[in-house]
């Protein structure tokens, strides 16, 4: 489902997002693309920049019922950005190491 939302209604939830900086430790990822330690039980502020960009064009429960390592969810937001998803640079990463500890590819 696609959802449509303002500028104003956007900025707000980004700035929202922005305001939880240094709320929870960050997942460093190393250049393999495996995780460098385990995730926290839970990354409150990957969620909430993956929510505040996300949520703008889909529902969360239907972008995170996928299951990607850190190249796949990279791919996907590549693709998201040149179809016109406004997320920052440095969001990017942030997003695609929440969602790959979150919602990692099953194992093999």
């Not at 922005?18 to 250049?31: K, N, R, T």
């Not at 920049?49 to 850190?70: M, Q, V, Y």
Request: hydrophobic share 45%.
């Amino acid at each position: 489902m696609v959802k449509t939302f303002t500028r104003s209604s956007l900025a707000l939830a980004l700035l929202a997002a922005s305001g939880m900086a240094g709320i929870a430790q960050a997942v460093a990822v190393e250049d393999d693309g495996q995780s460098a330690q385990s995730a926290p039980v839970e990354d409150a502020e990957g969620k909430a920049i993956f929510e505040a960009n996300c949520s703008s064009c889909h529902e969360i429960g239907d972008a995170t019922s996928h299951r990607k390592d850190l190249a796949g969810w990279k791919e996907t937001i590549a693709k998201m950005v040149s179809y016109g998803a406004p997320v920052a640079v440095e969001d990017q990463q942030r997003i695609a190491a929440y969602l790959a500890a979150t919602y990692p590819a099953p194992a093999k």
